[in-house]
Antibody
């Protein structure tokens, strides 16, 4: 059974970089047909797709975050990571990693999720 | 960009009743839509994908339907475990959710 587990700093200072890693077990990040995805959730904006990376290491980012965002994949460690620079209080959220099931039309659904980790941006 | 609207925002029902949740897309992209259930402190759980296919382990009381821009999640007879928030999703956009609470 696929399992995903987020880890990283729970408190980030404004203007600093938010860094999270998602460890994958029961499957490999090198598998084709899947996207390795970051999603965040806030009370005000709900569920927000952040971005995703594929086994070939192509990435696809939310346009609203693209200038600050980097998602990378490390097949040797079977994990993928999120870096979000220049954070503000608006980036405070619960961050989830998930595996997306892709079809040929670029549709996706998210069957496997990590438990989520709260990241607070505050001085 | 797609905007998903869910209605009602809150649905107050009793166990055993039928729940009908609506999701409307701002445009027709294609007809692939997913539904999720989320409980407090938990990640969303995939219920339905591709409009009407139940995900692994999802009970038959959950069903999805619709086409074009209008989609429906139906829970035929609410169990106590079903009181939660439900989200629809199309492409990389999620709806705002419908809360199903106990009347």
């Amino acid at each position: 059974q696929l399992r995903l587990q987020e880890s990283g700093s729970g408190l980030v200072r404004p203007a600093q970089t938010l860094s999270l890693t998602c460890a994958v077990s029961g499957g490999t990040v090198g598998s084709a047909g899947y996207s390795w995805t970051w999603i965040r959730q806030t009370p005000s904006k709900g569920l927000e797709w952040i971005g995703e990376i594929y086994h070939g290491e192509s990435t696809y980012y939310n346009p609203s975050l693209k200038s600050r965002l980097s998602i990378t994949l490390d097949a040797s460690k079977n994990h993928f990571s999120l870096n979000l620079t220049s954070v503000t209080a608006a980036d405070t959220a619960v961050y989830f990693c998930a595996r997306g099931n892709l079809n040929d039309d670029n549709d996706v659904d998210f069957e496997s999720w990590g438990q989520g980790t709260l990241v607070t941006v505050s001085s | 960009d797609i905007v998903l609207t869910q209605s009602p925002a809150t649905l107050s029902l009793s166990p055993g009743e039928r729940a009908t949740l609506s999701c409307r897309a701002s445009q027709t992209v294609n007809s692939y839509l997913a539904w999720y259930q989320q409980k407090p402190g938990r990640a969303p759980r995939l219920l339905i994908y591709d409009i009407s296919n139940r995900a692994t382990g999802i009970p038959a009381r959950f069903s999805g339907s619709g086409s074009g821009t209008d989609f429906t999640l139906t829970i035929s007879s609410l169990e106590p475990d079903d009181f939660a928030i439900y989200y629809c999703q199309q492409r990389r956009t999620f709806g705002p959710g419908t809360r199903v609470d106990i009347k």
